[in-house]
């Protein structure tokens, strides 16, 4: 068994990362083998965008995290203001404007067994990269997606409100979604309804309103989602969240996705059918152009 083949996915060497109060080549940020966040995914991260060397909505997703790892009872070694200036420092050791941001926190090293009483400090490390983006032409043809048998997690299992280190279950939907020869899949909850998609926010739009699930429908409280909400409010469009089903999908006009990494794209089919009439509707050209004048303008 050869452990040394080459990897094309590997990070590149002159990449800087942020490892615990230093930042470091990425050769040498190194968690141990025996951090929690390895042995049982006992962690909580963030995935963030900087535009221009302004992070969009760093205050929103730094709040985001202190309510992962406190809904886990994880004490964040660092205060939000030392967060923010270690996540800029990355950035420029990178010489990164436009780029992606991962921020992680893990339980730290400890011994084996699963109890976080048995760890001593948690680390925290940031990368600063590149991330693949949807092809650009999905922005203009849209994306299809399909159903997911792999229900969201359960609200009082591990609540989807915590953005966990563990995504198992939304990556076996997205090993559903590639095995279908699709980007995307949209999950449902434990009550059939439909949820989010596995790392995106999910809207429709029906007779002129636009609808997406509660965050009581066990879903991830989206940054983008949060954003595209409030375009919406100064559209003045109708909108309502509300239980939404798979029939829904199936009937409605539009149908988009938001996230961090996403920003706003259409989705045109589901299940192989078309949505709407099989193209990116109106309403949902209109807010994926709102948006882009929200990044051009600063956030
Ligand atoms: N639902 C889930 C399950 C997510 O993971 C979103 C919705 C959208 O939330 P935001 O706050 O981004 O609008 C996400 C976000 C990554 C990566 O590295 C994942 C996300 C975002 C950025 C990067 O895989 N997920």
Redesign the pocket.
Known sequence: MNFDQPNPFAPKPDLKVFLNGKIVPVAEARISVFDHCILYGDGVFE?LRSYGGKVFRLDEHLKRLEDSARAIQLEIPMTRKELSDAVYDTLRANNIGDG?V?LMVTRGVGTLGLSPRRTACPSVYIITDQ?DLYPKELYEKGLAVISSSIVRNHPNAVS?RI?SCNYLN?ILAKIEAMDADVLEAVMYNHLGNVA??????IFLVRDGMVQTPPITAG??E????DAVIELIKKRSLPFRQMELSRHDLYVADECFL????AEVIPVTKIDGRPIGTGEPGPVTRQLIEDFRELLASGG
């Open positions: 995935g992606y991962r991330i989807p953005k939304n989010e998609c596995t790392g995106d926010n879903i991830l989206g940054i983008t989602r938001t996230g961090t990494a």
